[in-house]
């Protein structure tokens, strides 16, 4: 079976066109991009100065990030990139605000850090030292060990869920969580951090639904 590729790379009359697929993890752009500059696509190394115009999707990157691309295809000699762009694709208005809803599988290790604007679910977990920062709600299908920060615009009215909550720490907007030794729990069930009067609570995911449909607990969607 051949291995999905995340990067397809096409020649236009401005040069070349690196088109991201936006749904695998960074990681893999990486090491693709490594891949294909390095080894499969010598043939690009030779010859006149050559723009490159990379797209990204509905990915959402960081500046560190973008860095880390430009690094890549910079440190080949004749590859010149002109532009570098995003297009975000959000979903229709729910309540009050729009969602954009991102899924990855993967891993965020030690010292990586996943960025979304919009809602994110994340299959798999977050080490210790890893951070996931999102403007929307954050999702996590596996164990939270590393920081999560939800709202990182401002908005209050998001959650943090998670199947295995030991995070060490949680940021909802501006508030950051208590001492992690005071609110962690040995319940097996998916759990979620949300904002209560400005404080941050914890409670089982199945509790989503009541809190999200009374205006007096929690301004949500």
């Not at 190394?45 to 999707?57: A, E, Q, S």
């Not at 509905?58 to 762009?85: C, F, H, P, V, Y």
């Amino acid at each position: 079976m051949t291995e999905k590729q995340h990067i397809m790379i096409k020649g236009v009359k401005e040069g070349l066109l690196f088109l991201l697929d936006d749904q695998c993890a960074f990681d893999a752009l990486v090491a693709e991009m490594k891949h294909k500059l390095e080894k499969t696509h010598q043939q690009l190394l030779t010859g006149p100065l050559v723009h490159i115009h990379v797209k990204l999707g509905s990915r959402i990157i960081t500046d560190e990030q973008k860095e880390q691309l430009s690094s890549i295809i910079g440190a080949q000699g004749n590859l010149m990139i002109q532009s570098m762009e995003s297009d975000p694709k959000t979903l229709p208005e729910t309540g009050n605000a729009a969602r954009n809803l991102q899924v990855i599988t993967s891993i965020v290790r030690s010292g990586q850090t996943l960025e979304h604007d919009g809602d994110l679910l994340l299959i798999g977990d977050v080490n210790p030292g890893g951070t996931i920062l999102c403007t929307g709600d954050i999702y996590v299908m596996g164990a939270l060990r590393g920081l999560a920060h939800a709202g990182i615009g401002g908005r209050e009215d998001v959650i943090i869920a998670t199947s295995l909550m030991r995070p060490t720490q949680l940021r909802i907007a501006d508030v950051v969580s208590r001492p992690p030794e005071e609110w962690l729990t040995l319940d097996s069930a998916m759990e979620f951090a949300y904002l209560n009067e400005g404080q941050m609570q914890i409670d089982k995911l199945s509790q989503l639904f009541r809190i999200r449909h009374n205006p007096i607990l929690f301004k949500g969607v």
